[in-house]
């Protein structure tokens, strides 16, 4: 299938690179002309702007926009609507919140252009392990474009389905799921985040424990200089709190045990606020996703060791590199 990908950043660059892999024809552009050039040399069309890329498409066009939440994607999609046609479909698979998908979807509706919001989770292992999917827009829109899901999904990855599923009719097991109109995606993919803050932060919590374990304060008898690395490792293999974030928090550790690469400085790139707003909204309770949030406003301030760990694991699973302060 043919695909248009606008940003070629840490992600895009790479959804590209899987997708061709498997055989999809690609036309690339970005504000970075040496990023076009890379990815033109390993079999993409190269565009030098949002016009030449549209204009390199066959009807009906799909175009996947991949860049920075906010202003850059609100300005991407409304070139984009001046530039497409009708049955040609946007796709956004940056972090935008579901509110802004609802009012862009009705901006393109009376164009007859399908606008579809792709959640997109895997960072930047996604490209060999393959990236999580939560898709929202109109069914049919998300039927045409089911090949290119299907190849940037995970698939299988030898986890069978669960038990009980047995002849339901869903994609979920694959790795990719329509989950409602537009908005669904990325409000399904923003609740995913709101909990990867409460369990990153529960991680970070726990190691912290175990670090001070041997403080000297503690009675003799009770201190224990833990290899925290070691504990990582160890969890991984049996544990029922093993998960890929402890797979990532060991590696962070087996490359620095005391983590003095990192400061403690922990960014929230926006999905934990709008987690936490949307709870407000349906007087839904959500105590560990809210205190989770609030540990990384606190962060910002005074650093602790498991706050560190939380910075190591943001840039293990999606390259994130704290501010210079």
């Not at 609740?191 to 670090?211: P, S, T």
């Not at 590696?251 to 926006?270: H, K, M, T």
Request: one cysteine or more.
């Amino acid at each position: 299938m043919q695909i248009g990908m606008v940003g070629l950043g840490r992600m895009g660059a790479n959804m590209v690179r899987r997708l061709m892999k498997a055989g999809h024809e690609c036309v690339v552009t970005d504000l970075n002309a040496q990023a076009i050039a890379e990815l033109a040399t390993e079999g993409a069309t190269g565009a030098s702007s949002l016009a030449d890329l549209v204009a390199a498409l066959t009807p009906p066009r799909a175009v996947w926009v991949m860049v920075p939440s906010g202003a850059p994607t609100e300005k991407t999609v409304t070139t984009l609507g001046g530039l497409l046609s009708t049955g040609d479909a946007i796709i956004d698979g940056g972090n935008s919140w579901f509110k802004d998908d609802v009012r862009r979807a009705a901006a393109l509706r009376p164009q007859g252009i399908h606008y579809v919001d792709a959640g997109t989770s895997g960072g930047v292992w996604g490209v060999d392990r393959g990236y999580c999917l939560m898709v929202g827009g109109p069914r049919e829109a998300v039927q045409r474009l089911e090949p290119i899901f299907r190849t940037l999904a995970p698939g299988e990855s030898g986890v069978a389905p669960s038990p009980g599923r047995e002849g339901k009719a869903s994609t979920a097991h694959l790795g990719y799921l329509h989950c409602g109109p537009s908005g669904a995606g990325h409000f399904v993919k923003m609740v995913h985040n709101g909990i990867e803050y409460g369990l990153m932060q529960a991680y970070a919590e726990g190691f912290d424990i175990m670090r001070h374990a041997a403080d000297e304060g503690l009675p003799v008898d009770q201190r224990f200089d833990l290899d925290l690395a070691d504990v990582a490792e160890v969890w991984r293999r049996g544990s029922v709190v093993a998960s890929w974030l402890l797979d990532l928090t060991a590696i962070a550790l087996a490359e620095d045990p005391r983590l003095e690469q990192y400061s403690g400085f922990v960014q929230d790139s926006g999905e934990g606020r709008w987690t936490v707003l949307a709870a407000i909204e349906e007087a839904v309770p959500a105590e560990v996703l809210s205190a989770s949030l609030y540990a990384r406003f606190r962060s910002r301030q005074e650093h602790t060791f498991g706050e560190k760990l939380l910075s190591a694991m943001r840039k293990q699973f999606g390259g994130h590199v704290e501010p210079k302060q």
